[in-house]
């Protein structure tokens, strides 16, 4: 079974600065994909970052990036310039590749909740 | 533009009671999850369904049933509400990947909370 966990419940950041977030996984699968999602007091659930296993290159959109390390089984979200609008629970997940043609299951963390202050 | 939308938004309930959680995706999507969020445990699967007339477990199925008689529609039942039930609930929906090795995003729905007392 796909295991993810998420070691830190709560996080503070200064606006402005740059925080990470640690997620570490079990699998026993080769190809896999991990996710960030935040999830703002609206309870909206949005992707932030998406990396392929079998890429080397970390993931990066605009502020956000990722340090992944497959063999350590780790996967780290770094948030640059942290906004008030980045205040939000944030979920790391894992998805197997499937053996059918048709469903990709999630495996998500606990959550980490990111306070940005002012 | 098409969306994932949940009803009832909030609702309290009845310990022994039947509560349906409705879910409605215009995305045309073949796949629909739903999931139960928890503190200390994030999401965790429910039910899914590949298409119509196809349903199957999850991780935390018991206590729980789905439907599935068109593309747009994957209802959630309670069939005897618990207090253990009570949690905040999410339908996804996405498409069939295209190849066995690609993904396709879910669509969240914007959460059911849902109250047994």
């Known amino acids: 079974a796909q295991t993810v966990t998420q070691s830190q419940p709560e996080m503070s950041v200064q606006e402005a600065e740059t925080v990470t977030l640690s997620c570490t996984y079990d699998t026993s699968e080769n190809n896999y994909y991990l996710f960030w999602y935040k999830q703002p007091p609206s309870r909206q659930m949005i992707l932030v970052i998406r990396q392929e296993a079998y890429k080397q290159q970390n993931a990066t959109e605009n502020r956000f990036s990722v340090n992944f390390q497959k063999a350590a089984k780790s996967f780290s979200l770094k948030i640059s310039d942290s906004q008030l609008g980045d205040t939000a629970m944030y979920f790391c997940a894992f998805m197997k590749l499937p053996h059918s043609y048709n469903f990709n299951k999630f495996y998500f963390g606990s959550g980490t909740k990111l306070n940005v202050k002012p | 533009d098409a969306e994932i939308t949940q009803s009832p938004r909030h609702k309290i309930t009845e310990t022994g009671r039947q509560v349906t959680l409705a879910c409605h995706q215009t995305w045309n999507h073949n796949n629909m999850f739903w999931y139960r969020q928890d503190l200390g445990h994030g999401l965790r699967l429910i039910h899914y369904?590949?298409?119509?007339?196809?349903?199957n477990k999850g991780e935390v199925s018991d206590g729980y049933s789905v439907s599935r008689s068109n593309t747009e529609d994957l209802p959630l039942t309670l069939e005897s509400a618990a207090s253990s039930q009570t949690s905040v609930y999410f339908c996804?929906?996405?498409?069939?990947?295209?190849?066995?090795?690609?993904?396709?995003?879910?669509?969240f729905g914007p959460g059911t909370r849902l109250t047994v007392l």
């Open positions: 369904s590949y298409g119509v007339q196809d349903t």
């Open positions: 996804a929906s996405s498409e069939y990947p295209r190849t066995r090795v690609s993904y396709n995003e879910q669509f």
